[in-house]
């Protein structure tokens, strides 16, 4: 179902998906539970997964994913339906499906070839290999990537309990960067990005030109001090 404007007038500005165990972002399906569906629960079950990360895609707030461990299947999935990617050193990330006999059924196909390209993700899809934290940065599937090393580690805690602190930290340092922006402006920026084209930044251009933000921002501006945005 797609959002609409009643569903932005709420106070949240941002959504930022974290783990709450150390060991695995999302390690995705469990295969012990889908052996026992039939053929019709398997593909409603990943119906329902697919429709749950459309929609997730397609929230009209930035949602940020906070990976400290591994992402694998859905679990990747899930992180490339978010709009961005904080990821820890010591992460990777795999579409392993081919391997089991299937693809990725969530977007994993398409969203993952908007990154870093057809050929860059079928070679990545086809070979269900692992993808680690340094070239997820490079190919442009992380967005932020932060350093954790054994030198942090002590006798209290572990790398992945490390990780997985950092990088929540790091999430929040970008949902509040982004926040900073006018609220309006985020949000049309954002539709803008997802459905690219002329005709859509237009639209959102045209939207935000008459907005209450924008001439707050501009009278700010005029005076010297910081803008208070209403969101409107």
Known sequence: MPWTEDDIKGPTRALIIASSVESCFCAGADLKELARLTDEQMTNYFLAVRDTFKALAGLPIPVISAIGSCALGSGFELALASHFRVIS????????????????????????????????????????????????????????????????????????AVAKRKV????????????????????????????PGEDSEKAMFDRVAVSDDWHEAVRAFSEKRRPVFKGR
Do not use: F, H, W
């Open 89 to 160: 050193s010591n992460a990777s990330l795999a579409l392993p499906e081919t391997g089991l006999g299937i693809i990725p059924a969530a977007g994993g196909t398409y969203r993952l070839a908007a990154l870093v390209g057809d050929a860059r993700a079928r070679e990545i899809v086809m070979t269900s290999r692992q993808v680690e934290a340094r070239e997820a940065y490079t190919l442009g599937i992380a967005s932020r990537l932060v350093e954790v090393t054994r030198d942090e580690v002590d006798e209290d805690t572990t790398l992945l």
């Open 168 to 195: 929540l930290v790091e999430a929040i340092r970008l949902a509040e960067e982004v926040c900073e922006g006018a609220p309006v402006a985020v949000r049309a920026a954002l539709k803008a990005l997802n459905a």
